[in-house]
């Protein structure tokens, strides 16, 4: 398309100036152009050529010149058409606002009165239309322009012309389709020749649906499952999803949606009418459940059902693989969110929902009431929250059912599903990155603050043992531990420093070994059908074939399901026996993230609204203008960029998919990073405006996984992984003459977390030596001469204040603590402070994962959920899923 604008805009320059595209869709390129007789902007719409070689341009050209004669302040009109060198174009007015689809993707649901407001005037140009006998046959919210808050419809006629000249026949040619799966009705799905303006009644109640609910009414993995779910399924109820939507609205829209276009409105008018009358009840039927009918429908649906694939042949989507899950399930395999209510927001960073197992309950953590567990049972449209679960995380469910366990102030508990007091089982357990499983032998496996190993204690309390101890884990962590049947072993997450490197392992509880299983995987679960079902770090599940006695993969495994949100390395899903499934669902699978500053009492605001991303480290530049971040993630590539506050721009620093974990240098001109090798790491520097080439500063024999620089620019402090113990190291490197590494806090256990003090005098970081992560300091470079602690009974990632009078550290909680450090030729701590409650951000157990601006704030990484505000996450339910798994496993 890009060599054809040079010929467009010379044939066109009597007419129009060819300024920019605008966008690309299914149909037309569109490029903003100025009306240069008119003096006015317009878009001009290029009919993409494959689909004009079809339908023949003159024919298009003929048939939609019906557009220009609708004349309706609710409809987008035509201004022009015409052809150059065969390709075809439309011109029409350019609106400056968004698309509806912009507004949803933003705002998820709409309030009700504008939600009813856009509909009604829609309708109001879908009516116009209709008397005019012409039918849209797209309506959905991309054609939907908002304009001074007021709807405009775009594209009428567009698919009238190519249906007219025989493009619904022939658009197997050009790859694309007539109409969106998603507000497709069932005769438009099946293909029939002839649409009525009901057919765009059915659109329009699918757009309300969405407007209202936050997703159309049919939603599936495929274009095929979709157009499955809209000929053979009933809408799920709005009112179980938003309980303020009126009753007559629900009423309208569900007519507006009924299978068989003579039970809808007759007319666009009369669905308005509807909506804006308090009184209106539909006609009394009975309202049957999916794959269930009257008669009449069911002769009707299996019409659909023998056509439906007709159509979608005709349609390219593809071949029917729906048909074969729906022969290979028992029952039919059903999709639905899952709505918890106003007042609670799920977890979306570490492990939060747990199911029972027959999958009536779901037990989640919420993410803003304190951490406190709920229960949401089937049968009940709102959650509910058990008390004293606070600061609660990894839910899991004992085998019947009874129990919940979970992770709590550094314990491991349990409570009973209905409510009650909790019961500790164990103390020192690592929560969020750690967990337990609840075996079948009445036994738990957690994990300890350590991360270095597994412990066993009974359900009922008592002493624990050791479960498994390898050090040929090296610089990998234990977490997310899920059983095995029989109290064979359990599955758990082995990451190293990070997760930049990540996969399940399993553990044998007869033998007390362990053996890696699965590379790059975020988590895993046994199935009842003897297969493993793990979650890869890009979002995508899969089934493989398991040997329970040889503890191994022994076939090929097959993708059940996309777009599950993994976020810090964990994966939001849940499984019963009973064949129900939960998951939270994420673009791409992962989490995003915005930086906020956070002041001393909790208050957050984002850095820059309109700037998030897949962000895993955070350093701020001396003079606090400018943050260098770490972005993607270790599947899609991990890079360098710098931000310059509050709305400057985003600027790519590196390109090569291996740099992370930024630090500024003393006078902010360097950033420099650690670029993986290998077997080892450099630290390499490179000009934060990027205008020079890169330069080496540090290499060792091992992972590098943190740098701080000290203000006088003469060291490099490095935590390395020590791959023979698995503990972690902080080194010194100086920055010019003898390079060699300096120990500076080398041990046995896991040091991590180096901070220097402003001063250069004081090094603080975090040490398991007592048998938990605390806070200690040390004097540098000299740091054998003193040691003093100074979190007590629990403390980890240490953050000096600008002027070093403060040192700032995270308690076992997750809460910010303040130390005063009084001046003076020793170190000392003469006082606490506790700031506010950090567990909502992105908290990563092996790195600094915050940063301290020189106003005393606090700059962290928050889901893009929690920093705006909103409460509606995107979390499915899917009931009879083994349907899935057995059509997967068939194909």
Not at 261 to 287: C, G, H, K, Q, S
Not at 320 to 333: D, F, I, L, N, S
Not at 412 to 435: C, E, F, I, M, N
Not at 531 to 560: I, K, T, W
Request: aromatic share 8%.
């Amino acid at each position: 398309m890009n060599d054809l604008v040079p010929r467009l805009s010379a044939a066109l320059s009597d007419r129009y100036r060819i300024e920019r595209e605008l966008g690309a869709g299914g149909m037309a390129t569109v490029y903003l152009a100025q009306d240069l007789r008119h003096d006015r902007l317009v878009a001009v719409k290029v009919l993409r050529p494959e689909l004009a070689a079809v339908i023949g341009g003159e024919r298009f050209l003929a048939e939609i010149k019906t557009t220009a004669n609708l004349q309706h302040p609710h409809i987008l009109p035509l201004f022009d058409s015409g052809a150059v060198d065969g390709t075809v174009f439309y011109v029409m007015p350019y609106v400056e606002g968004e698309s509806l689809r912009d507004r949803l993707t933003r705002e998820k649901q709409l309030p009700i009165a504008d939600a009813i407001r856009i509909a009604t005037e829609v309708a109001g140009a879908l009516d116009y239309a209709h008397r005019h006998r012409v039918i849209h046959r797209d309506i959905k919210p991309e054609n939907i322009l908002l304009h001074d808050g007021q709807a405009l419809v775009a594209d009428f006629g567009i698919a009238l012309a190519v249906s007219s000249v025989g493009g619904g026949t022939r658009m197997t040619e050009t790859g694309m389709s007539l109409g969106t799966p998603h507000y497709m009705s069932p005769e438009q799905a099946m293909g029939e020749r002839e649409i009525t303006a009901r057919s765009d009644v059915y659109a329009l109640g699918c757009v309300l649906y969405e407007m209202l609910t936050g997703e159309p009414p049919f939603m599936g993995p495929t274009a095929q499952a979709i157009i499955a779910r809209v000929v053979t399924e009933e809408p799920r109820a709005l009112t179980l999803q938003r309980k303020t939507i009126p009753p007559h609205v629900e009423a309208a829209v569900l007519t507006a949606l009924e299978k068989l276009p003579a039970d809808r409105f007759a007319t666009a008018a009369e669905f308005a009418e509807a909506l804006a009358n308090p009184r209106y009840a539909p006609r009394t039927t009975t309202r049957l459940p999916a794959g269930a009918g009257a008669p009449g429908q069911t002769r009707w649906r299996r019409g659909v059902w023998l056509a439906a694939g007709v159509a979608l042949v005709s349609l390219a989507l593809g071949t029917w693989g729906w048909v074969r899950a729906r022969r290979a399930a028992r029952q039919p395999v059903a999709w639905q969110y899952i709505t918890l209510g106003d007042s609670v927001t799920l977890g979306a960073l570490y492990p939060s929902v747990a199911l029972s197992p027959d999958g009536s309950v779901l037990v989640f953590k919420d993410d803003v009431q304190n951490g406190l567990l709920w229960v949401k049972r089937r049968a009940e449209l709102n959650a509910s929250p058990i008390p004293g679960t606070e600061r609660a995380s990894n839910p899991v469910f004992s085998p019947d059912g009874e129990w919940v366990a979970y992770v709590a102030d550094g314990r491991l508990k349990k409570v009973r599903a209905g409510g009650g007091a909790s019961v500790t089982l164990a103390d020192s357990v690592a929560g969020q990155y750690g967990g337990a499983a609840w075996l079948d032998d009445g036994t738990l496996v957690y994990v300890p603050p350590s991360l270095s190993e597994l412990r066993r204690v009974s359900a009922a309390g008592g002493a624990s043992t050791v479960a498994l101890r390898d050090t040929s884990l090296g610089g990998l962590g234990i977490g997310m531990p899920t059983a095995l049947p029989g109290a064979r072993g359990v599955l758990f997450q082995g990451c190293s420093s990070g997760c930049v490197t990540m996969g399940v392992h399993v553990a044998d509880l007869r033998t007390g070994r362990q053996k890696t299983l699965l590379d790059g995987v975020a988590q895993a679960w046994y199935l009842p059908s003897g297969h493993l079902l793990y979650v890869r770090r890009d979002g995508v599940a899969l089934v493989a074939p398991f040997d329970l006695q040889r503890l191994e993969v022994n076939g090929a495994a097959v993708p059940v399901l996309e777009s599950v949100l993994v976020g810090a390395g964990f994966a939001q899903l849940a499984w019963s026996p009973a064949g129900t499934l939960v998951y939270l669902r994420g673009v791409g699978g992962s989490a995003e993230f915005t930086m906020v500053r956070v002041s001393r009492d909790g208050a957050l605001a984002p850095v820059d609204s309109s700037w998030y991303g897949q962000f895993n480290s955070v350093a701020l530049s001396p003079d606090g203008r400018h943050l260098a971040v770490g972005a993607g993630s270790s599947t899609g590539g991990l890079n360098i960029w710098v931000k310059r506050l509050d709305r400057g721009p985003f600027t790519r620093l590196t390109f090569g998919g291996r740099d992370r974990r930024p630090v500024w240098s003393p006078d902010g001109k360097v950033v420099a990073f650690i670029r993986d090798t290998a077997n080892s790491s450099l630290v390499i520097a490179r000009p934060a405006d990027g205008s020079g080439p890169d330069r080496r500063l540090a290499g060792i024999d091992q992972q590098i996984q943190e740098v701080d620089w000290s203000r006088d620019g003469r060291w490099l402090l490095l935590r390395t992984d020590n791959a023979s113990s698995g503990a972690g190291d902080i080194v010194g490197v100086r920055t010019s003459g003898d390079s060699t590494p300096v120990p500076l806090a080398a041990s046995s256990f896991t040091e991590l977390h180096p901070a220097l003090s402003p001063d250069g005098r004081w090094l603080a970081y975090t040490s398991n030596e007592s048998g938990s992560n605390e806070v200690y300091v040390r004097p540098f470079p000299n740091t054998g001469d003193g040691r003093w602690q100074v979190s007590n009974g629990g403390g980890t990632q240490p953050r000096w204040s600008d002027g070093g009078r403060e040192l700032y550290f995270l308690d076992f909680r997750a809460r910010l603590v303040e130390a005063q450090v009084p001046s003076g030729r020793g170190f000392s701590t003469d006082s606490f402070r506790l700031l506010f409650d950090a567990s909502g951000f992105l908290l990563d157990d092996f790195h600094q994962s915050y940063e301290v601006t020189r106003d005393g704030r606090f700059l962290f990484a928050s889901p893009r959920q929690r920093a705006e505000g909103s409460r509606k996450p995107l979390l499915v339910r899917v009931d009879h899923w083994w349907g899935v798994v057995r059509a997967a496993l068939a194909q």
